[in-house]
């Protein structure tokens, strides 16, 4: 049963949630926070696998609440709830380490289909969508300028580093590299650990930075750091 926090400061809104996933039969609606301070406190004490996050809340505000959500507990799936596909805290918010983000009017089977995947650990961004994201995260940045391939990645999690950065998901990945769904996350999570890395955004960001993926979005061959196995 994946557990989630449905966190909106409108009370209609959090119950049209509730009702859409406790109705999947595999998601159980653990707590509801009308503010960004509540939903930090009830994250603490329900520990949810997945937490629906609006971003425009009284008190404290969405953002906000990622980030202290993530600061106690860095591994929780944040899922920004918004109103506007375009609004620019969005971008703060994957920044902030927010796994991706739905638009409130968007299909409600959407909705169901991202939080399992929340949970699974998949990224919730089309490919045309990671495009824009990790453009402007790497314009946004000073440092944006190419760095050396990540040293102390072996062969393999470079391979599917940059095959994350190019947006396919871990079937897609799988299918690529003709291993397992199961192989791929487990190469993903190791590489994720070893970087300091909180989701798969910014695993593309650093694939692109380093050179592993073109500005066409496909996968370069990285050559070999001596540090790297």
């Not at 520990?47 to 971003?55: G, T």
């Not at 955004?201 to 990285?222: E, T």
């Amino acid at each position: 049963m994946i557990r989630v926090l449905v966190a909106d400061d409108q009370a209609l809104v959090r119950a049209g949630v509730r009702m859409l996933l406790q109705a999947a039969g595999d998601m159980e609606v653990v707590a509801e926070a009308a503010d960004g301070a509540e939903a930090v406190r009830l994250a603490e004490r329900h520990l949810p696998d997945v937490i629906l996050m609006d971003l425009r809340m009284p008190r404290v505000d969405g953002l906000e609440a990622i980030r202290r959500v993530l600061a106690a507990r860095p591994g929780a799936r944040v899922v920004v709830l918004t109103t506007f596909a375009e609004d620019g805290n969005v971008y703060a918010a994957l920044r902030a380490g927010a796994v991706g983000f739905l638009v409130k009017d968007d299909d409600p089977a959407r909705m169901v289909d991202a939080v399992r995947r929340a949970a699974s650990g998949e990224q919730l961004l089309a490919p045309s969508v990671l495009r824009r994201v990790v453009e402007r995260f790497l314009a946004a940045e000073e440092q944006a300028a190419a760095s050396p391939v990540p040293p102390g990645l072996t062969e393999r999690e470079l391979e599917v580093l940059a095959l994350v950065g190019t947006g396919l998901s871990n079937a897609e990945i799988a299918e690529e590299l003709h291993v397992g769904v199961t192989t791929v996350k487990t190469h993903i999570a190791a590489a994720m650990e070893k970087l300091g890395l909180r989701n798969r955004i910014q695993a593309a960001v650093v694939a692109h930075r380093s050179g592993l993926v073109d500005a066409s979005f496909r996968p370069v061959h990285p050559r070999r750091n001596p540090s790297n196995p």
